[in-house]
């Protein structure tokens, strides 16, 4: 039935992943995409632990002076318990105004002391200045992080200054314990939240509806950009040969149909092993960035890596899954490339065959555009997997969730690969109809009034 169709596809494959300009991308973005993820992740570990790590710069004061105008009992010696270099030994000294405050340090000849004022202003908001005393080895930068300081610690200094003692700051700092029951564990005791199974099921579930987003989109973009770029690379191909005088000698070895599926796999091939080559790279990529990450930041988490690790507790890319979902995928690229080698099986020159390409770039838009409105949810549409063209985007990502019952994943991958195989067939008629087509009207209307005529 394929005779010499291995010799179409060697020929196919050698000219699409044989070429410098080939393996050059496929090198290079292999390397980024390797690089991509260690940095992601090693980066964003740094990130976690300077956050862990890090205390509030030194202030360079002694002694602060407040200069409370809202109340003069107000206590702040609870800001002692900011964490960072000087903070927990700095005196605090409560006066009637700033000029009293400038004046007590004068006269003392205090060198690391400033004032620092609490007021309301006309929308009744707290407001603090810091006055830095003239003579002072204090330094702007320095008077910059008590600000940070007063931050980290607004509802207490809000409170604080409405004359709160220091004894009630550690009232207002309590924790608040708060639990979950279910019936029978009101009864026994039990929370929910001692329940790990419980507890892992739920962190599991919110992971994975994140997680299944992601996967949707990845394949989205993926089947997106490879039918786009490589569509166009069929129709070349194929139209390449009617331009020549290859086709008359082709069309005697070669049965249309063999022509076309050889020149089809051959480029898709291509294109496959080099996206295969990529998502290693990836996973390479994710696997050196935990372990570096882990090594050189030991103890420190990281929420990607920990989500990263969680997706073995989610029982998602089972072994047969992913091998189906792989071949749903090619099978999905084929349905879609079937439709650009039908716009170059029309084609007589090469400008025929990229106007003709609106063929398969208009549905491979409407239905990227439908996924992206519909299946977006937390669940898909029965009917968005069915449907070949929209199946071809969304149901290998459903399959390797497990989001999919069986059923649908069958009948889904059946209509996809059905009508892939019959588009082929269709390419091959049409291009056996349009072989000595010489008009410049080639389309898709004269080619099927051609077969029409030819049946």
Excluded: H
């Excluded at 003069?72 to 009293?100: L, Q």
């Excluded at 091939?269 to 996973?283: D, H, K, P, R, T």
């Amino acid at each position: 039935m394929y005779k010499n169709f291995g010799t179409v596809f060697r020929f196919t494959f050698r000219n699409q992943a044989g070429n410098k300009g080939f393996k050059a991308l496929t090198i290079v973005a292999a390397i980024i995409l390797f690089l991509i993820p260690v940095a992601i992740l090693f980066f964003t570990t740094l990130s976690a632990k300077n956050s862990k790590d890090k205390k509030l710069d030194p202030c360079g004061a002694e002694t602060i002076y407040v200069a409370d105008t809202i109340t003069t009992e107000a206590d702040f010696s609870f800001m002692r318990n900011v964490e960072g270099e000087g903070y927990g030994e700095i005196k605090y000294v409560t006066v009637a105004s700033v000029e009293d405050a400038l004046q007590q340090i004068r006269d003392n000849g205090e060198k690391k002391a400033f004032v620092l004022e609490v007021k309301e202003d006309e929308k009744k908001n707290i407001s603090t200045s810091i006055i830095i005393p003239d003579g002072s080895e204090i330094k702007s930068d320095q008077a910059k992080n008590y600000n940070e300081a007063i931050d980290k610690m607004s509802m207490q200094f809000v409170v604080a200054a409405e004359n709160f003692q220091a004894k009630d700051m550690v009232e207002l700092s309590r924790v608040t314990d708060t639990d979950i029951f279910n019936a029978q564990g009101w009864a026994s005791g039990d929370s929910l939240s001692n329940d790990k199974d419980v507890a892992n099921e739920q962190n599991n579930q919110r992971i994975k509806d994140v997680f299944a987003v992601i996967l949707l989109l990845l394949d989205l973009m993926v089947m997106y950009f490879i039918v786009l770029a490589y569509g166009a690379s069929i129709s070349k191909n194929i139209v390449m040969e009617k331009s020549s005088k290859l086709m008359d000698t082709m069309l005697i070895s070669v049965k249309p149909k063999t022509m076309i599926f050889g020149k089809l796999t051959g480029v898709l091939a291509a294109g496959i092993m080099q996206l295969m080559i990529w998502i290693l790279a990836v996973i390479l990529g994710v696997v050196a960035g935990i372990i570096l990450s882990e090594k050189v930041f030991p103890g420190v988490d990281n929420t990607i890596i920990t989500f990263l690790k969680s997706l073995g507790a989610l029982n998602l890319f089972q072994p047969l899954s992913v091998v189906l979902a792989i071949l749903v995928l090619i099978f999905g690229i084929v349905l879609y490339a079937s439709l650009a080698a039908i716009a170059g099986a029309i084609a007589n020159t090469l400008q025929q065959a990229a106007s003709n390409q609106g063929i398969f770039v208009i549905i491979l838009i409407i239905s990227f555009f439908l996924v992206m409105a519909k299946g977006m949810g937390s669940e898909l549409p029965t009917w968005l997997c069915l449907f070949p063209f929209t199946g071809a985007l969304c149901l290998p990502a459903a399959m390797l969730l497990g989001s999919v019952s069986t059923g649908i994943a069958i009948g889904g991958s059946a209509t996809i690969i059905v009508l892939a195989l019959l588009l082929v067939a269709l390419s091959g008629r049409i291009y056996k109809a349009m072989a000595l087509y010489k008009g410049t009207d080639a389309g898709i209307g004269k080619a099927i009034k051609i077969l029409r005529t030819k049946n």
